[in-house]
């Protein structure tokens, strides 16, 4: 089955401080898998896309890591700001799967505080 | 012009009540999606459409009906909603040789 699991559900961290989220997936095959940010009420914005190829890649101060072989991946947020309070999905898509089916993550509720 | 937009941003409807939401994206993009959520849960897809013609409809109640009137624009018109249907509704485009979505804003729905 395929599933994408994100831990830790909610984190709360201060401002200036670095933080660490996870995702696992068991989507196979794997095509891509890409890190949004939600903020409440508006829409997932795209902050990173990794193939299979891909062990790292960073957008600014967001770091993402890729590793294909135990199906983990992890977004790594340095120097923290109260607007990186938001929700962060882990979505994955499947090679040569059904036009749009993505697999998302429950999320991981981001709150920084001052 | 790289985005998707939704209007209106809030709707607050009755159950007898006929209302459209409205998706618009200028990015040639020939896929293009509707997508529910409810709080703190991950998008829950509805339809896709791909060449303006519907290729996935996720057993939704036929309360939602959706139409691609042009390779632009979507719509999802709404008739007899319960308050269950409440959500935030999200839009989205895809080329059709990738499938990185672009997310709209969503519309804030809300049925008395």
């Known amino acids: 089955k395929n599933q994408v699991e994100q831990s830790p559900q909610s984190l709360i961290i201060l401002e200036g401080k670095n933080c660490t989220l996870q995702c696992n997936y068991t989507v196979s095959p794997f095509s891509n898998l890409r890190w949004y940010k939600q903020d409440t009420g508006r829409g997932p914005v795209s902050l990173t896309i990794m193939t299979f190829s891909e062990n790292t890649k960073s957008n600014g101060r967001y770091t993402a890591t890729l590793d294909a072989d135990t199906k983990q991946s992890s977004l790594h947020i340095t120097a923290s700001q109260l607007s990186d309070s938001a929700s962060y999905i882990c979505?994955?898509?499947?090679?040569?799967?059904?036009?749009?089916?993505?697999?998302f993550g429950r999320g991981t509720q981001l709150t920084v505080w001052p | 012009d790289t985005e998707v937009t939704q209007t209106p941003k809030h709707l607050v409807m009755g159950m007898t009540n006929k209302k459209s939401l409205k998706c618009e994206q200028h990015?040639?993009?020939?896929?293009m999606y509707w997508y529910k959520q409810k709080a703190k849960k991950p998008p829950e897809l509805m339809f896709v459409y791909s060449y303006e013609k519907l290729s996935i409809n996720e057993s939704v109640p036929s309360r939602f009906s959706p139409e691609c009137p042009n390779s632009s624009l979507l719509n999802l018109h709404l008739h007899a909603l319960q308050p269950e249907d409440s959500a935030l509704y999200l839009c989205?485009?895809?080329?059709?040789?990738?499938?990185?979505?672009?997310f709209g804003p969503g519309t804030r729905l809300t049925v008395l």
């Open positions: 979505v994955v898509s499947a090679r040569g799967s059904t036009l749009g089916r993505l697999y």
């Open positions: 990015m040639g993009h020939r896929a």
């Open positions: 989205a485009s895809s080329h059709p040789k990738t499938d990185t979505q672009y």
